[in-house]
């Protein structure tokens, strides 16, 4: 069963940091672009980050340009999401999906993952 899993999503106080991860079960991550994006209670779905297959190119949303570094590690077939001075704002179920493609168009990716919960809150 081809499958994404996310992890690492806690509580943590504004100007923390949290790493979350995407592993792969299934198949290997190597020949896919993977995004994360995210979903607050009663908003949208927003494309945070992505990066390409071969971790050479990656993208960020505006609103977390400078704070977030997206990464990834093809031998352990997991990628990262490096999140730094989290805000209220950042509130959000995260999850992370595959993509033949690159950008953030969450209509280009699938095998979505069942989410972490990052709440940033004192």
């Known amino acids: 069963q081809l499958q994404l899993v996310e992890s690492g999503g806690v509580l943590v106080q504004p100007g923390g940091s949290l790493r979350l991860s995407c592993s792969a079960s299934g198949f290997t991550l190597d020949y896919y672009a993977i995004g994360w994006f995210r979903q607050a209670p009663g908003k949208e779905r927003e494309g945070v980050s992505c990066i390409s297959n071969s971790g050479g190119y990656t993208n960020y949303a505006d609103s977390v340009k400078g704070r977030f570094t997206i990464s990834r590690d093809n031998a352990k077939n997991t990628v990262y999401l490096q999140m730094n001075s989290l805000k209220p704002e950042d509130t959000a179920v995260y999850y992370c999906?595959?993509?033949?493609?690159?950008?953030?168009?969450?209509?280009?990716?699938?095998?979505w993952g069942q989410g972490t919960q990052v709440t940033v809150s004192s």
């Open positions: 999906a595959a993509s033949r493609g690159y950008g953030l168009d969450s209509r280009r990716y699938f095998n």
